[in-house]
């Protein structure tokens, strides 16, 4: 996998322009002056939470004692199931259930929000498949990062401009994008378990 196409993946798993009306709707009880700041903040959690996973990616799963073929599968799995509701949003308030009131902090704007475990498994997934890389993968986390921070940051500008409909629409075919690239990960876990198993 290039850097290139790890920033694709990663940008999609974030979800950006998906998160948009989730993200406003948590953000109707925080004082107009303080959005921006808790969007900021948020943003730069979810940031460290996900460069964590990059850096400590390797002796995690030495910790847990996981096998990458185990960590492709499992993110494969969650990746499809984060497409799934994306395609078929649920009717409860979005992907992530019923906002709460009052401002909130890193649950469930910073977690599952933009650090989702779908990113989390794919950065695990980057690390410990080719820890010689980390810096481009550091590189093509900040990019994704970036792009969805930009859109996020503009979400009350894009609600207006693209409408409910059109922003439903482009999470729909980013969920299907999502479920393609979970079956990809899926059947690369399962090749490299029957690989390693002389299969």
């Known amino acids: 996998m290039t850097p290139l196409s790890a920033g694709i993946l990663l940008f999609l798993i ?3 322009l998906g998160n948009i009306p989730f993200f406003l709707s948590l953000l109707k009880h925080v004082p107009p002056q303080r959005r921006r700041w808790v969007m ?3 943003l730069l959690i979810a940031l460290g939470v996900l460069t964590a996973f990059l850096l400590g990616g390797q002796y995690i799963l030495n910790l847990l004692q996981l096998k990458q073929e185990s960590v492709s599968i499992g993110g494969g799995i969650v990746l499809f199931l984060i497409g799934i509701r994306m395609v078929f949003p649920p009717t409860d308030g979005g992907i992530f259930g019923k906002p709460g009131e009052g401002e909130p902090f890193i649950v469930p704007m910073a977690i599952p929000g933009v650090a989702g475990p779908s990113a989390m498994a794919a950065l695990l997934l980057l690390a410990n498949n080719q820890p010689g ?3 481009e993968w550091g ?4 990019l994704a990062w970036l792009a969805t921070s930009a859109i996020l ?3 009350t500008y894009l609600f207006r401009w693209l409408g409910e409909s059109v ?3 482009l999470e729909r075919l ?3 994008l999502l479920i393609a690239l979970s079956v990809q990960m899926f059947l690369a876990g399962l090749a490299a378990y029957f690989h390693a198993s002389g299969f």
Not at 139 to 142: D, E, G, Q, R
């Open 153 to 155: 940051l503009s979400a």
């Open 14 to 16: 974030m979800d950006p």
């Open 40 to 42: 900021i903040r948020e």
């Open 133 to 135: 890389r980390l810096f």
């Open 174 to 176: 980013m969920g299907m």
């Open 167 to 169: 922003l439903t629409a």
């Open 139 to 142: 590189i093509a986390l900040f």
